[in-house]
């Protein structure tokens, strides 16, 4: 079972990345599993024709317990899909409830044997230990971010990648590369190349800016 970690700022596409990764790895035959690790519980709505399902804390918080059939669904190409989701506005923390999510989805037997991937969509704007787990824990073996041209998705790219080097002592957990999301910033493609090359790893694909996808948000 490969593992692999999606991290980015918020509202850079690692959503609709990851969703379009896994879709296309589906088609190829390949046994899938999707865990939106943010609180807003929307990394895989694309892949549930547009619907929003439960997420394993507010089902923990409305039933008291889970069954992994409440929080697992089955979307496009047979993927699993999951939301981890967070607490209420103002109350606890998000990266704890990745936490128990992540532990809770283990007890229930989620993670079978026949699964080829399992795939962690991660908010990257804060770093903390909640969402830091899949690196530290060595959940994921793989750590791609999604960034752009922009200051702030290269900032926050740049903290991801401090929490990689921080745990790659005592986890198994590496950089695969960075995958540029277009925003049309002038010499966009140069900048994130560079970029990549002053932390030591590379831009594996660089995704051009489509209005498309916008429309097809909108219509969702």
């Not at 960075?178 to 590379?202: H, M, P, T, Y």
Request: hydrophobic fraction near 35%; include cysteine.
């Amino acid at each position: 079972m490969r593992q692999v970690a999606i991290y980015g700022k918020g509202g850079i596409g690692k959503s609709t990345t990851t969703q379009n990764l896994t879709a296309a790895l589906s088609t190829m035959g390949k046994k899938i599993m999707q865990i939106g690790c943010d609180p807003k519980a929307d990394s895989v709505k694309m892949l549930m024709n547009g619907k929003r399902q439960p997420s394993v804390l507010d089902t923990l918080r409305k039933e008291g317990e889970v069954e992994l059939d409440d929080v697992l669904k089955t979307g496009f190409g047979g993927i699993k899909c999951v939301e981890s989701g967070g607490p209420e506005p103002g109350v606890g923390c998000a990266g704890r409830g990745i936490i128990t999510s992540i532990g809770l989805l283990e007890n229930l037997g989620a993670y079978t044997d026949d699964l080829d991937y399992v795939f962690y969509d991660v908010l990257g704007d804060v770093v903390c230990g909640g969402f830091a787990m899949p690196i530290r824990e060595g959940k994921a073996q793989e750590i791609y971010i999604v960034a752009s041209g922009e200051m702030m998705a290269l900032y926050a790219a740049n903290n991801i990648c401090k929490g990689i080097q921080k745990f790659a002592e005592s986890g198994g957990t590496r950089l695969g590369g960075i995958i540029c999301n277009s925003r049309n910033v002038d010499r966009e493609k140069e900048l994130v190349g560079a970029f990549a090359k002053k932390i030591g790893s590379q831009m594996i694909q660089f995704v051009p800016r489509d209005n498309i996808v916008h429309q097809s948000e909108i219509h969702k």
